[in-house]
């Protein structure tokens, strides 16, 4: 091969050579000797670089229609001469290298801390181009200039394009289409933006009004943290051109998530949040009435803005301090949003992320939220990613430290995303670039990232001294005028305003926080509440309040008829075709229902009365335990069934995802979602239940204090399977004993269902009574095939969820001295070691909902016992876990018992691990327990007894 033509083949000029290849392929004289020689011995040895070619029928056609999209790039005409070839190669390779690594020396970081990286391919010489070759005319390719120019113009045009202030990441996508795209929106403009006066004069407002907000705190509420926003005034100015171009795209709402760093400033400048309550937030006083409340940087807000193209509703969304959680829980909100609108294409709601850059780099969820962004069941249609890169994570700033990557934000590029670096002191380039990103996320509904290259003036708060541990950084930040200086300054020596005409701005700004007016944008007057979420009904109810839960018996025939049918032809799995049988005959009562039969009714008598349903969860669809087959398999060609999606032609919609393999960004989305959509079911189902313990952040800063801080209502349901099997210390135990903990003041429900018909009951109360609150379930594994939890089709015409079932068999109440009370499977085990010994002075009642805890009904149970003496908790989980310790709790079991009464416990000891490895040491613990429970003194006792008394 020829050397120059070898020399060029490194990955980057892949693009280049693609494109010198379907030249050649279309006419192999329009390339030169060596490339066509090169092309013939490629083809010649290796055989299937046809199947890759244009030459198949499937890239002819993705190249013909990227060919038609293209802009009238001029096809690479190589002339006679090979030297001047080979240069004309060069220069389009040193073309090629500045979209590929210009962005390395664009002019990015407002304190110029460092010099720019020497980067040879950006160098002319490295192409063997000499100063002589300079005024020599050159083919620019796609350059956006006439055919041939100087070459010193090429490099000019290309400079400014690519390294000026704005650095782009965009040829380490796959599609040449978007890459096209992208190159033609920047070398058509050069990447200069050219905005009218009156463009100039409101990015000048939104960065003044930044700066002044700052200020006036600063000197009103002097030492109080409010993470300024100081150094990244242009977010403002950016997230403006996103609202009101976004307005004029058809975006109908946009929401926002956040972290602390300029959140206030956002709320009163972006979103329209009135002075005087922030004001008063600083004051402490206590202006939303809600449960324990939070601090003002993390409240979130609505509000309806007017732009060009109509109203945009706005939401910033409350969030915890946790760095970047909040992300995938936006994700959730817009797309139960995009539903609610029947935004299919999803361009009428849109999620805009803005991210720290020591985040952005270091939360994993930051990923899990990206890879969840393509997919069918958490697509959202693109988000636009902003990171307010101040170059600084509270003290970490070198990058030695925060992030193996170059850019924090390199992580975007396993979703293909385009990067657009852009320094924060040139607000002008970061209005075109938010202009860019929104076209760009509208045109190919997927993900971008705006990383907004700037710096913090203050410490990581107010409170903070920077200058201890970065005090070079703070040096040239104190020397640095400011954002709002510099563009006055532009725009003075520019002629557009006078020095008098921007104080006016200021003043006009400062008088307005003076006088509590709003000073964002113009609020829409004409407020459409067409789409709005209505948590009205749900306010101050009670979790008792009463739901009719059962369904008729015609229902459950027409149901049970409806989820067995499927298509002609179907051929199924003989396992899954066995189940489906059963199915049936569980519909006409000739088989007892198992779980997977009740569960599936309970959506659809749920679907068929209008409550959508979406469960989501790793293998959901089938459900880890083979049991669910919500997505039945033909097994001649792989087509799927949902009989959930083909009940009736009104019904609700049916949706059931696997999901990625993430625990903690699902249930986030998940979340989300459910926020924003009380009137759907919306279930997340972890694998096995302690898995969930990697989104513990979720169930700790939303799930379970959402109401007490922000006063937001969820009614998400959380299955976790749960349950004792000897599986071993990792899928043993979905950690009750959290749940319980983080229970109070009736912020969720904890619930373990012992039968088929109690899951059937309790999914269909979370939607019907109007309440809404979190539903954890630990639910079941090996229960799901135990016969004795089946259920009788008619307790789905009868019955309700009972939050405790007493006895159920023919015990004499008065013979009974001992009370067990237990929740979930080891329910079995002493049902059946009792009638195997034929005791009968001991009763068993389950407790199928622990919390809220339902003491009038446990105290009922108690009371039935005239001469009860024990009352004897029994578990399966080791002593520390479970439930054990809460229902020590006052307002639980220890409330309900009588003084003359003993309260005991029976069950696994003290445990650092949730369970044993091995099934002979743990079924020797499970007899255990069981003989403890019932008081079977022949059982020999091969370890220490765990019965204590209190
Ligand atoms: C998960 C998590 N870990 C640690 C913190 C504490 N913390 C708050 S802000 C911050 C630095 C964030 O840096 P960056 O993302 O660059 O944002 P900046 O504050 O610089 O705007 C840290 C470590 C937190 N809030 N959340």
Same mark, same amino acid.
């Given at each position: 091969?020829?050397?120059?033509?070898?020399?060029?083949?490194?990955?980057?000029?892949?693009? +280049?050579?693609?494109?010198?290849?379907?030249?050649? =392929?279309?006419?192999?004289?329009?390339?030169?000797?060596?490339?066509?020689?090169?092309?013939?011995?490629?083809?010649?040895?290796?055989?299937?670089?046809?199947?890759?070619?244009?030459? !198949?029928?499937?890239?002819?056609?993705?190249?013909?229609?990227?060919?038609?999209?293209?802009?009238?790039?001029?096809?690479?005409?190589?002339?006679?001469?090979?030297?001047?070839?080979?240069?004309?190669?060069?220069?389009?390779?040193?073309?090629?290298?500045?979209?590929?690594?210009?962005?390395?020396?664009?002019?990015?970081?407002?304190?110029?801390?460092?010099?720019?990286?020497?980067?040879?391919?950006?160098?002319?010489?490295?192409?063997?181009?000499?100063?002589?070759?300079?005024?020599?005319?050159?083919?620019?390719?796609?350059?956006?200039?006439?055919?041939?120019?100087?070459?010193?113009?090429?490099?000019?045009?290309?400079?400014?394009?690519?390294?000026?202030?704005?650095?782009?990441?965009?040829?380490?996508?796959?599609?040449?289409?978007?890459?096209?795209?992208?190159?033609?929106?920047?070398?058509?403009?050069?990447?200069?933006?050219?905005?009218?006066?009156?463009?100039?004069?409101?990015?000048?407002?939104?960065?003044?009004?930044?700066?002044? =907000?700052?200020?006036?705190?600063?000197?009103?509420?002097?030492?109080?943290?409010?993470?300024?926003?100081?150094?990244?005034?242009?977010?403002?100015?950016?997230?403006?051109?996103?609202?009101?171009?976004?307005?004029?795209?058809?975006?109908?709402?946009?929401?926002?998530?956040?972290?602390?760093?300029?959140?206030?400033?956002?709320?009163?400048?972006?979103?329209?949040?009135?002075?005087?309550?922030?004001?008063?937030?600083?004051?402490?006083?206590?202006?939303?009435?809600?449960?324990?409340?939070?601090?003002?940087?993390?409240?979130?807000?609505?509000?309806?803005?007017?732009?060009?193209?109509?109203?945009?509703?706005?939401?910033?969304?409350?969030?915890?301090?946790?760095?970047?959680?909040?992300?995938?829980?936006?994700?959730?909100?817009?797309?139960?949003?995009?539903?609610?609108?029947?935004?299919?294409?999803?361009?009428?709601?849109?999620?805009?992320?803005?991210?720290?850059?020591?985040?952005?780099?270091?939360?994993?969820?930051?990923?899990?939220?990206?890879? =969840?962004?393509?997919?069918?069941?958490?697509?959202?249609?693109?988000?636009?990613?902003?990171?307010?890169?101040?170059?600084?994570?509270?003290?970490?700033?070198?990058?030695?430290?925060?992030?193996?990557?170059?850019?924090?934000?390199?992580?975007?590029?396993?979703?293909?995303?385009?990067?657009?670096?852009?320094?924060?002191?040139?607000?002008?380039?970061?209005?075109?670039?938010?202009?860019?990103? =929104?076209?760009?996320?509208?045109?190919?509904?997927?993900?971008?990232?705006?990383?907004?290259?700037?710096?913090?003036?203050?410490?990581?708060?107010?409170?903070?001294?920077?200058?201890?541990?970065?005090?070079?950084?703070?040096?040239?930040?104190?020397?640095?005028?400011?954002?709002?200086?510099?563009?006055?300054?532009?725009?003075?020596?520019?002629?557009?305003?006078?020095?008098?005409?921007?104080?006016?701005?200021?003043?006009?700004? /400062?008088? !307005?926080?003076?006088?509590?007016?709003?000073?964002?944008?113009?609020?829409?007057?004409?407020?459409?509440?067409?789409?709005?979420?209505?948590?009205?009904?749900?306010?101050?109810?009670?979790?008792?309040?009463?739901?009719?839960?059962?369904?008729?018996?015609?229902?459950?025939?027409?149901?049970?008829?409806?989820?067995?049918?499927?298509?002609?032809?179907?051929?199924?799995? @003989?396992?899954?075709?066995?189940?489906?049988?059963?199915?049936?005959?569980?519909?006409?009562?000739?088989?007892?229902?198992?779980?997977?039969?009740?569960?599936?009714?309970? +959506?659809?008598?749920?679907?068929?009365?209008?409550?959508?349903?979406?469960?989501?969860?790793?293998?959901?669809?089938?459900?880890?335990?083979?049991?669910?087959?919500?997505?039945?398999?033909?097994?001649?060609?792989?087509?799927?069934?949902?009989?959930?999606?083909?009940?009736?032609?009104?019904?609700?919609?049916?949706?059931?995802?696997?999901?990625?393999?993430?625990?903690?960004?699902?249930?986030?989305?998940?979340?989300?979602?459910?926020?924003?959509?009380?009137?759907?079911?919306?279930?997340?189902?972890?694998?096995?239940?302690?898995?969930?313990?990697?989104?513990?952040?979720?169930?700790?800063?939303?799930?379970?204090?959402?109401?007490? @801080?922000?006063?937001?209502?969820?009614?998400?349901?959380?299955?976790?399977?749960?349950? +004792?099997?000897?599986?071993?210390?990792?899928? !043993?135990?979905?950690?009750?004993?959290?749940?319980?903990?983080?229970?109070?003041?009736?912020?969720?429900?904890?619930?373990?269902?012992?039968?088929?018909?109690?899951?059937?009951?309790?999914?269909?109360?979370?939607?019907?009574?109007?309440?809404? @609150?979190?539903?954890?379930?630990?639910?079941?594994?090996?229960?799901?095939?135990?016969?004795?939890?089946?259920?009788?089709?008619?307790?789905?015409?009868?019955?309700?969820?009972?939050?405790?079932?007493?006895?159920?068999?023919?015990?004499?109440?008065?013979?009974?001295?001992?009370?067990?009370?237990?929740?979930?499977?080891?329910?079995?085990?002493?049902?059946?070691?009792?009638?195997?010994?034929?005791?009968?002075?001991?009763?068993?009642?389950?407790?199928?909902?622990?919390?809220?805890?339902?003491?009038?009904?446990?105290?009922?149970?108690?009371?039935?016992?005239?001469?009860?003496?024990?009352?004897?908790?029994?578990?399966?989980?080791?002593?520390?876990?479970?439930?054990?310790?809460?229902?020590? !709790?006052?307002?639980?079991?220890?409330?309900?018992?009588?003084?003359?009464?003993?309260?005991?416990?029976?069950?696994?000891?003290?445990?650092?691990?949730?369970?044993?490895?091995?099934?002979?040491?743990?079924?020797?613990?499970?007899?255990?327990?069981?003989?403890?429970?019932?008081?079977?003194?022949?059982?020999?006792?091969?370890?220490?007894?765990? /019965?204590?008394?209190?």
């Amino acid at each position: 091969m020829n050397e120059s033509v070898s020399s060029i083949l490194y990955s980057g000029n892949a693009w +280049y050579i693609e494109e010198l290849y379907e030249a050649y =392929l279309e006419d192999p004289r329009s390339v030169s000797d060596s490339w066509q020689h090169y092309f013939k011995t490629l083809q010649l040895a290796d055989p299937s670089a046809h199947q890759d070619t244009p030459h !198949s029928p499937i890239r002819k056609a993705y190249y013909e229609a990227a060919r038609r999209k293209r802009h009238a790039a001029p096809v690479i005409s190589i002339g006679p001469d090979a030297a001047a070839h080979q240069k004309q190669v060069a220069v389009l390779q040193l073309i090629n290298a500045y979209r590929f690594r210009g962005h390395r020396q664009a002019d990015l970081d407002p304190l110029k801390q460092y010099e720019r990286p020497s980067v040879p391919e950006l160098d002319p010489a490295y192409h063997e181009i000499t100063e002589a070759d300079m005024d020599t005319a050159f083919n620019t390719g796609s350059l956006h200039a006439e055919d041939e120019i100087p070459l010193h113009e090429i490099l000019a045009i290309i400079q400014t394009t690519y390294c000026r202030s704005i650095g782009v990441e965009y040829m380490h996508i796959n599609e040449t289409e978007i890459k096209r795209w992208i190159q033609q929106r920047l070398e058509s403009c050069r990447a200069t933006p050219s905005f009218e006066k009156h463009q100039k004069i409101r990015i000048l407002e939104r960065i003044i009004a930044a700066n002044a =907000l700052e200020e006036y705190l600063h000197t009103k509420y002097v030492g109080q943290k409010r993470f300024s926003l100081e150094g990244a005034e242009s977010l403002n100015p950016m997230l403006d051109v996103l609202i009101q171009s976004g307005g004029i795209a058809g975006i109908k709402e946009i929401v926002i998530g956040m972290a602390h760093r300029g959140r206030l400033n956002v709320l009163v400048n972006v979103i329209g949040k009135n002075p005087s309550e922030l004001f008063d937030e600083f004051e402490g006083k206590n202006v939303r009435d809600v449960g324990s409340g939070d601090v003002k940087y993390h409240l979130g807000y609505s509000s309806d803005i007017e732009t060009p193209g109509g109203n945009v509703h706005l939401t910033l969304s409350f969030n915890p301090s946790h760095l970047e959680i909040i992300s995938p829980v936006v994700e959730g909100s817009v797309r139960a949003r995009q539903e609610r609108r029947k935004d299919f294409a999803r361009n009428q709601v849109l999620p805009v992320l803005i991210h720290g850059d020591a985040a952005f780099a270091g939360q994993g969820v930051v990923m899990e939220t990206l890879n =969840l962004s393509q997919t069918r069941g958490y697509a959202t249609g693109g988000t636009i990613h902003i990171i307010i890169n101040n170059q600084i994570g509270f003290t970490t700033s070198d990058p030695l430290d925060s992030r193996s990557t170059l850019y924090c934000t390199d992580v975007a590029k396993m979703v293909q995303s385009p990067i657009f670096h852009v320094n924060g002191d040139d607000p002008e380039a970061v209005a075109f670039v938010a202009q860019l990103a =929104l076209d760009y996320r509208m045109e190919f509904n997927k993900d971008v990232v705006i990383d907004m290259v700037c710096y913090r003036k203050h410490g990581h708060s107010e409170t903070d001294e920077p200058s201890a541990t970065q005090p070079i950084m703070y040096q040239h930040i104190r020397q640095h005028p400011g954002v709002r200086s510099l563009y006055s300054d532009k725009l003075i020596t520019g002629g557009l305003l006078d020095d008098e005409e921007v104080d006016e701005i200021a003043d006009n700004y /400062v008088a !307005s926080l003076d006088d509590n007016k709003r000073v964002s944008s113009k609020h829409a007057q004409n407020i459409d509440t067409e789409f709005h979420i209505d948590f009205s009904p749900y306010v101050d109810t009670d979790w008792d309040v009463p739901a009719d839960t059962s369904i008729n018996k015609e229902t459950v025939q027409q149901l049970a008829e409806k989820i067995t049918q499927l298509p002609d032809d179907y051929q199924l799995h @003989k396992s899954v075709q066995r189940i489906i049988n059963n199915r049936a005959k569980m519909g006409k009562g000739e088989l007892p229902m198992d779980w997977g039969f009740a569960e599936t009714m309970a +959506y659809a008598s749920l679907l068929e009365s209008g409550y959508p349903v979406r469960i989501s969860g790793q293998d959901s669809s089938r459900g880890t335990f083979f049991h669910r087959h919500a997505v039945i398999h033909n097994q001649n060609n792989g087509e799927t069934w949902l009989p959930l999606q083909h009940l009736s032609e009104n019904q609700a919609n049916f949706l059931v995802i696997n999901s990625t393999l993430s625990e903690e960004a699902v249930l986030a989305y998940e979340y989300g979602y459910s926020c924003s959509e009380p009137e759907s079911l919306v279930i997340w189902e972890a694998q096995f239940g302690d898995f969930a313990n990697g989104a513990q952040v979720v169930f700790d800063q939303f799930i379970s204090s959402c109401e007490a @801080k922000w006063g937001r209502y969820c009614g998400l349901v959380c299955m976790l399977p749960h349950g +004792y099997d000897g599986q071993g210390p990792e899928h !043993s135990s979905a950690r009750l004993e959290r749940f319980l903990q983080l229970c109070a003041e009736e912020n969720m429900q904890v619930c373990v269902p012992s039968t088929a018909a109690q899951m059937f009951h309790m999914l269909r109360r979370q939607m019907l009574r109007p309440y809404r @609150k979190p539903l954890i379930i630990m639910s079941p594994k090996s229960l799901l095939r135990n016969k004795l939890s089946a259920s009788p089709v008619e307790e789905l015409t009868q019955g309700k969820f009972q939050t405790v079932i007493g006895e159920v068999d023919q015990i004499e109440p008065t013979a009974v001295t001992r009370l067990l009370f237990c929740a979930g499977k080891v329910y079995y085990d002493l049902l059946e070691g009792r009638r195997d010994k034929k005791i009968e002075n001991i009763a068993i009642a389950r407790i199928e909902q622990l919390f809220p805890f339902p003491k009038n009904e446990v105290r009922s149970v108690i009371e039935t016992y005239p001469n009860l003496k024990e009352v004897v908790w029994v578990q399966e989980e080791p002593k520390n876990q479970g439930s054990w310790y809460y229902l020590q !709790s006052r307002g639980t079991l220890i409330g309900c018992i009588d003084d003359h009464h003993i309260m005991g416990y029976a069950g696994r000891f003290y445990s650092a691990s949730p369970a044993v490895g091995y099934m002979s040491k743990h079924l020797q613990q499970q007899r255990q327990l069981v003989a403890d429970a019932l008081h079977l003194d022949k059982l020999e006792v091969t370890h220490r007894r765990s /019965v204590i008394r209190t």
